[in-house]
């Protein structure tokens, strides 16, 4: 499942999360690497444990708390600190898969990885380059989305950042562990969610169908879930 989010973040939050950004000092981005993603990533990031990424990432997380796209679509159980990267001068990220669990430097915070998320800070006019490349069983999709907003993908899938030709690309990145491990059941889930809430906005909530679905929408949950 792979699904775009419009508006995550508004100006404001944008320009405050850049503002924040700017002020900091830039690291290597294989700190956060496996193995794998070492050999094939060339980018900058913001350190984890930098106040000015902590500051910036609450900042996403308040806005993910808010977005019920993004609740319904990832069932989100535990989310990774959103971390942050800068890809300049043809840098990349060669293609790879992330690892399946992640683990937050210096506290022991897991987070089993079944769903990546790219939230998108800079105008994509003022960069070359840089598409989010995902191979799906659809084919290869490219993201490339105005600066606020987000995709959700799934982790497992093989990505890419295509290179930086011109200007700067940045972006923050992490990894959620959805209640739903499974992403067909999660897709299932959203699918029914999303027609349950537009049979909903002709019929009323209190439609005799609209309770029977939200009735089974909630027993497949309490099938699939882990909570």
Not at 14 to 33: F, H, K, P, Q, Y
């Amino acid at each position: 499942m792979l699904i775009a989010i419009p508006d995550l973040l508004d100006a404001t939050r944008v320009e405050n999360i850049r503002s924040l950004m700017d002020s900091a000092a830039w690291i290597d981005g294989n700190a956060t690497s496996g193995h794998q993603s070492a050999l094939a990533k060339r980018n900058l990031q913001l350190p984890e444990t930098a106040p000015e990424a902590k500051a910036a990432g609450d900042i996403i997380l308040d806005a993910l708390a808010q977005c019920p796209l993004f609740i319904a679509a990832a069932l989100p159980l535990k989310i990774f600190p959103p971390l942050f990267n800068s890809y300049a001068g043809g840098q990349a990220f060669g293609t790879h898969v992330d690892n399946g669990v992640r683990v937050q430097s210096g506290t022991g915070f897991r987070v089993r990885a079944d769903l990546s998320i790219t939230v998108f800070l800079e105008p994509p006019e003022e960069y070359d380059g840089g598409e989010l490349t995902i191979e799906t069983a659809f084919g290869v999709q490219q993201v490339k989305l105005p600066a606020g907003h987000a995709v959700l993908y799934p982790s497992s899938s093989l990505h890419r950042v295509e290179p930086v030709t011109q200007g700067r690309r940045v972006a923050s990145f992490f990894w959620m562990q959805s209640m739903i491990r499974e992403d067909a059941e999660r897709q299932i889930l959203f699918d029914l969610d999303s027609s349950i809430q537009a049979l909903a906005a002709n019929a009323g909530h209190g439609d005799p169908q609209v309770i029977r679905l939200t009735g089974v929408y909630h027993n497949l949950l309490r099938r699939w879930a882990d909570a």
